[in-house]
C-alpha cells in the first residue's frame, strides 16, 4: 500500500540546478521522518539528506552540505530536494525513502546526470 514516485530527474550541466520531488501515499505522511538516498554506478547506496515530520530538523551527507536543501509540504504528502551547484560527482539514481511498519520502502528512483 505503501508507495513511492520520484520525479524531476535529467541532465544538467555542471554549477547548474534541479529540483526533485517524491509523492508518498499508504500512510501517515505527516507522522515520519522521509530520506532521499542516491547510488551511482559501482558504489554503494548513500544517504543524501533526511527531514523530520514536522520539517524542523533536517540531516545532509558532508558531500553534499550548502548545495541541496530538503523540505516537505505535509499537505501534499510531497517531501522535495532542491540541488544546486551540481557536480559530475552528483550523477546517480536518486531515491526517496520511508522506513514503516518495521520496513524501508523505496520509490521507483529518478536519474541525475551532471555532464557538459
Known amino acids: 500500500q505503501v508507495q513511492l514516485v520520484e520525479s524531476g530527474g535529467g541532465l544538467v550541466q555542471p554549477g547548474g540546478s534541479l529540483r526533485l520531488s517524491c509523492v508518498a501515499s499508504?500512510?501517515?505522511?505527516?507522522?515520519?521522518?522521509m530520506h532521499w538516498y542516491r547510488q551511482a554506478p559501482g558504489k554503494e547506496r548513500e544517504l543524501v539528506a533526511a527531514?523530520?515530520?514536522?520539517?524542523?530538523?533536517?540531516n545532509y551527507a558532508d558531500s553534499v552540505k550548502g548545495r541541496f536543501t530538503i523540505s516537505r509540504d505535509n499537505a501534499k504528502n510531497t517531501v522535495s530536494l532542491q540541488m544546486n551547484s551540481l557536480e559530475v560527482d552528483d550523477t546517480a539514481v536518486y531515491y526517496c525513502?520511508?522506513?514503516?511498519?518495521?520496513?524501508?520502502?523505496w520509490g521507483q528512483g529518478t536519474q541525475v546526470t551532471v555532464w557538459s
Open positions: 499508504g500512510f501517515a505522511f505527516s507522522t515520519y521522518v
Open positions: 525513502n520511508v522506513f514503516y511498519s518495521h520496513s524501508d520502502y
Open positions: 527531514i523530520s515530520s514536522t520539517g524542523e530538523n533536517t
